[in-house]
């Protein structure tokens, strides 16, 4: 490429990045209005429908502790905060909630959690759960069955290694779900059938992926054959 070509490239490279920079500023100094929708600067609304911001906004909540109270208390979900502590074994229990109930479902029982994984699965109970279950049954999810989030222990039991996402209740199982009439969703029975039950639950894989960073299902080993694990550390896996 001659030379010249290839100053004018760069040229016109760093001419876009300093466009991109200044308007950035501008939004985020409010020099220039945007609609809620289009701004990234907006706050998480779990109420507002998804749209292309969304992923991004939900970044930024779940990686500053005050945006994701503020972050929360769209969601219409009922829960109690926790003080910090640690244990004797180094789990940290920091920016905890315990969690009571979603915007329209209850969880099988209480349930801590850190402040990202309780704003994630009010994402997921509004904007996946329960249109999954209209969609596929005309009706209402009413529970999100569980069988635990915090658990001061290694991954996957092991006597030795890193810590799991569940010694810090930044990680939860989920076996199945209730919908209005009383009829039950498993993930260990109905995952795998041809029915409407395993239309759901394929559904509810997917809508998980989509908002939680870990989804350890039974397509991946045969400790999470039963559940699916959902966890909010820094690794991204849909298994």
Known sequence: MPQPMRHTRLLALLLTASLIAVFTWLIANQRISLPPRWDPFAPLDVQAPL????PWRLWRATHDPVACRTALNTA???YVPVPDQTTPSTCQLQNVLRVER????CP???FLATC???LALAMYERHYLQPAAQAIYGESLRQIVHVGSYACRNVNHEAQGPLSEHAFANAIDIEGFVLA???TISVAHDGSRDTRAGTFVRRARDGACAVFHTVLGPDYNALHRAHFHVDMGPYR???
């Open 108 to 110: 099988s029982s209480s």
């Open 116 to 118: 990202p994984l309780a």
């Open 76 to 78: 219409h979900m009922t």
């Open 237 to 239: 896996v849909c298994s």
């Open 51 to 54: 749209g292309p911001l969304t």
């Open 102 to 105: 979603f915007e329209d479902a």
């Open 181 to 183: 009439d009383g009829s």
